[in-house]
């Protein structure tokens, strides 16, 4: 029951804006109720207990179609961080200047939307709650982004509704890959079943590229740093820090665990992709001029991680993605956050117009190098121990092969991307905050103190699981333990 | 319990007693026709819940020619719901009747604009039953000449007589493709009745060309009702011109009864390789022509013509896959989004136009119609939670089950191209600022009614379909 209460807190609270309480008020309340009951959940919690806080209303017999939440360690982090993300994207909404009411019911219902597929053990509501997303996001560009906002807003969208078409059917796929008596688009279910091995190949490829679209792995990924870069900030928070992780989520929930087989065949070509999203997007992040747009790259940059610690398909690899996904989620959101306010303060975030906001801005400066250096994975923050945890799961990889092979090469090669991500992060940071102020930009404000309650939440949560990433593994690795028997 | 005929026989008598009142009564205000209509069509539908299903096991003649069983009664629910939407919007369109007919009192005509739709329902439920040709052809001219009259029916404009013509001429062709199929048909098996032609088919040693050439012939009739390219010329054109709550009845009514047709002509055919190609095909070019006419559409009552050859394309390719609960459940979700979307442009367009524009900043002009709107588009466009989401779903899973994959690969291209074009009309609602008029829009409360009923509909079914397979399979 208390699942249904954080799926559907952000989405009752969206409806009821919209039909005329307070927005921020209700915003705001809900998604502090929302991370409040997901904290209940973490602490309840046995690690060891598999799928838990299940709740079940049928729908139809014939298709197999329930209604069924449930968490295990994976998609109890996830939701974590959908709630932790949320209170900080509504803390960030500054004053709106028309219709405010649909802004803070956008923001909630893509929160929900990814809380809600987290939560959801079917595979059709695990697809329907994130497509809850898409009208959201679209009118969140559209309407009250900036720069070329219109086209940016049609791109993610035709963008995401394609790859997630395509996903739902290699979903369908899945779920007729089964013998009919077992037919179910119960994901319990599904686990059990052993789908036959000439299958596995084709539908993991209609996964992958489905899922690929949605994370924005190189070559689908151009809609992302536009989209990133013109939305209005909560949205960017929210988009990057949780919605994005769902094509993750799905990789290391469906595709690994059901289609072992495929994912050995594929795995060759994954790593020339992610290899492309690390080194290539990487060098592309250097050549940003603009803030919003360095941001926007460097997230589907760090995306080549997550996927590098997928791909080495064993317990160590897909935990440091899992811990990855998280982090990632925490840093960029505080990234984007904070960017927003400064783009409300100068006219224009190119690098060369802007520098010495340190000076106007001590906070945000601060702020800014806490969510850097989280970023590039400085030791002590989650980021630093996830890393750490994807290189060397990959270097060892769960298909057992005997020598020196792709994985080992691609582990050495991924981990330029450290460097590249260094580089254009302090450049990034130095040519805002530090050297020459800009002309006319002393007498700006620095941000408000209240908006270091969110600032907090998110770096002493990635602090704390920085210092202490046992709390993650051990939720994590009980989860991943049955998956990946065979392979470890 | 009733039996099944008396249902149509009931539709009649309600058309031809309004047709009566209309005639002898003129001081009465003619909308009071379009509530006894409604009460009418409300009542029956109520009724086909106390039908019996019955299978021909009766040794009357009347149940050769006639089906009583669940897939007929589903359908005969949906004429009836269709016809019930089409009678409200009839009632908000009244004021645009008068213009389009100029006759001697301000009501004149509008008693026949509600009798009409009845004598079209009364055909579409008998085509829903139909399960000899002799029927089949007998029910689709009711419904085909009561359309000519209604597709022209505000005389006054040019672009509505157009329209008329174009539908009269390409239907009679279309018409005449159907009889000369039948004879193919009745000329290779000697029977009409499509079960007796079942058993002479699998007959050994019998030519199946003959009867082949025959249902193809048929098929090109159906391909016309139903909107199929490359049968489609006339829908754009008449979509545009009819007074738009025909094109509602046209856009829904026609199509759900095509589609019973089609799935019972089909049934001794579908199984040879030939008629699967052919089918296929036919699939193909719908939803790639319905989904790219559509893009570039600015004026809505043409992008929803459009729209509509697109969605007979996921109908054809749950007909191919021989999923009928996949179709009768696609037609139910396409009911609730088209007459959501028909009844929300009768209400903007009046004061201007079927334009795009005039949607534009409708947010700000009526709240509650740029939020059914909103959920009609997003449901046509398969947006997960509405009933065209599960549609597709369905439809998808019937494909992929029958190993149909370059049908899916067609129609994930199509589903994206859907979404441009459907956000377009969202993306004129939301972000753009109202173009002429600002003034509010006035919702009356019996569509504001419907409208509430149609979002409920479109909402629940799209996480709860279950009624809609009861309904099929008892």
Redesign the interface.
């Known amino acids: 029951m208390i699942l249904l209460l954080v799926t559907f807190a952000p989405i009752v609270a969206a409806i009821s804006i919209m039909i005329g309480f307070p927005a921020r008020l209700t915003a705001l309340a809900a998604s502090l109720l929302t991370l409040l009951i997901s904290a209940i959940i973490f602490l309840r919690f046995n690690a060891l207990g598999g799928f838990q806080f299940v709740v079940t209303f049928p729908?139809?017999p014939?298709?197999g179609?329930n209604?069924t939440l449930g968490v295990d360690g994976l998609s109890l982090l996830m939701i974590l961080l959908g709630a932790i993300v949320l209170v900080a994207a509504v803390w960030f909404t500054g004053e709106i200047e028309h219709?405010e009411n649909a802004f803070y019911a956008c923001l909630l219902l893509i929160a929900g939307g990814a809380i809600g597929a987290f939560a959801s053990l079917n595979l059709?509501f695990f697809?329907?709650?994130h497509?809850?997303a898409?009208?959201p996001t679209?009118?969140l560009i559209?309407?009250w982004g900036t720069g070329n906002r219109?086209a940016a807003a049609?791109k993610v969208?035709?963008y995401l509704?394609?790859g997630s078409?395509?996903l739902?059917?290699g979903l369908?796929?899945l779920?007729?890959a089964v013998p009919a008596t077992a037919r179910s688009l119960d994901l319990r279910i599904l686990q059990a079943e052993q789908i036959p091995a000439s299958l596995q190949s084709s539908i993991y490829l209609v996964l992958f590229i489905g899922f690929g679209v949605l994370i924005s792995l190189v070559p689908f990924h151009t809609w992302a740093p536009e989209a990133y870069a013109c939305a209005p900030a909560p949205a960017a928070m929210l988009h990057a820090g949780v919605l994005k992780k769902f094509g993750l989520y799905g990789l290391l929930r469906l595709a690994l665990p059901l289609l072992p087989e495929g994912a050995r065949q594929w795995s060759g070509i994954l790593l020339v992709l992610l290899l492309a999203n690390i080194i290539y997007i990487g060098l592309v992040t250097i050549a940003q001029r603009r803030l919003d747009w360095m941001l926007g790259y460097s997230s589907v940059m760090h995306m080549g991680y997550i996927f590098l610690g997928i791909a080495s398909a064993n317990i160590l690899g897909a935990t440091g993605a899992a811990i990855l996904m998280f982090a990632h989620g925490l840093s960029i959101a505080l990234l984007f956050g904070i960017t927003g306010e400064i783009r409300k303060r100068v006219s224009s975030l190119d690098f060369d117009a802007m520098g010495g906001l340190a000076k106007a801005m001590p906070f945000a400066a601060f702020a800014f190098g806490l969510g850097v250096f989280a970023a590039i994975g400085l030791p002590g923050f989650a980021n630093f121990a996830a890393e750490i945890m994807v290189v060397f799961g990959a270097f060892r990889n769960g298909f057992d092969y005997q020598h020196f092979h792709i994985f080992q090469w691609a582990t050495l090669l991924a981990l330029w991307g450290v460097v590249i991500s260094a580089v254009y992060m302090l450049r990034a940071y130095r040519r805002t905050f530090f050297g020459n102020s800009a002309k006319s930009e002393l007498v700006i404000a620095d941000i408000y103190s209240s908006f270091s309650v969110p600032i907090a939440l998110l770096v002493t949560v990635s602090l704390l699981l920085g210092f202490f990433p046992q709390i993650a593994v051990n939720l994590l690795v009980p989860a991943f333990r049955n998956y990946f028997s065979a392979t470890q | 319990m009733i039996s099944a005929p008396y249902l149509e026989v009931a539709v009649l008598v309600l058309g031809a007693v309004i047709l009566l009142i209309e005639s002898f009564s003129s001081k009465l205000d003619r909308r009071y026709l379009g509530y006894a209509a409604l009460v009418g069509l409300t009542l029956i539908f109520l009724a086909t819940f106390r039908v019996a299903p019955q299978t021909a096991t009766s040794s009357a003649p009347f149940w050769d020619f006639y089906s009583a069983d669940t897939t007929s009664l589903f359908f005969k629910r949906i004429a009836l719901a269709t016809t019930a939407g089409v009678i409200v919007m009839i009632l908000d369109f009244a004021p645009l009747v008068a213009t389009g007919i100029q006759g001697t009192t301000p009501q004149s005509g509008l008693g026949e604009f509600f009798a009409l739709p009845l004598f079209t329902c009364a055909g579409l439920m008998w085509m829903s039953s139909a399960i000899d040709f002799v029927l089949i052809f007998v029910s689709l001219e009711l419904v085909t000449i009561s359309f000519y009259v209604l597709v022209g029916f505000t005389r006054r404009n040019p672009t509505s007589l157009e329209a008329a013509v174009k539908y009269l001429v390409l239907s009679a062709v279309a018409t005449g493709f159907l009889v000369y199929g039948i004879t193919w048909i009745f000329g290779a098996t000697g029977e009409t009745n499509l079960q007796k032609i079942t058993t002479v088919l699998s007959r050994p040693g019998l030519e199946q060309n003959a009867a082949l050439f025959g249902a193809v012939l048929v098929i090109v009739a159906l391909g016309f009702k139903i909107a199929a390219v490359p049968f489609h010329i006339w829908v754009a054109d008449v979509y545009q011109g009819a007074p738009t709550p025909v094109t509602a009845y046209l856009s829904v009514g026609s199509k759900a009864a095509g589609f019973v047709v089609l799935l019972r002509v089909l049934d001794p055919f579908l199984l040879l390789p030939q008629m699967q190609t052919l089918l296929v095909a036919i699939a193909v070019l719908t939803l790639i022509y319905g989904n790219l006419a559509a893009l570039p559409q600015t004026n809505v009552k043409r992008l929803l013509a459009y729209s509509s050859i697109a969605h007979a394309g996921y109908l054809l390719v749950a007909v191919v896959s021989f999923s009928g609960r996949a179709v009768a459940f696609y037609l139910v979700a396409y009911l609730l989004m088209t007459l959501l979307s028909f009844a929300v442009l009768i209400l903007v367009s009046q004061p201007g136009g079927d334009q795009l524009e005039s949607f534009a900043g409708l947010?700000q002009r009526s709240p509650f119609l740029a939020f059914a709107m909103?959920v009609a588009m997003?449901s046509l466009?398969?947006?997960?939670?509405t009933a065209g989401?599960l549609g597709k779903?369905l439809v998808?899973?019937a494909a992929?089950?029958t190993h149909h994959f370059g049908l899916?690969v067609v129609a994930?291209v199509t589903?994206?191209a859907g979404?441009?074009y459907y956000?377009k009309v969202?993306?004129a609602i939301?972000?753009d600022a109202p173009s002429s008029s600002t003034d509010k829009i006035i919702v009356s409360p019996l569509t504001r009614a419907a409208l509430i009923a149609l979002i409920a509909g479109t909402f629940v079914l799209g996480?709860?379909?279950?009624p809609i397979?009861d309904a099929l399979a008892r």
């Open positions: 729908i139809s014939e298709l179609l209604f219709h059709f697809y329907a709650f497509e809850l898409l009208i679209f009118l559209g309407i219109r049609w969208t035709i509704a394609l078409i395509i739902l059917v369908i796929m779920y007729r | 947010s909103l997003a466009a398969g947006v997960p939670f989401f779903f998808f899973d992929i089950a899916v994930i589903v994206g979404f441009y956000f969202v993306r939301y972000w996480v709860y379909p279950q397979f």
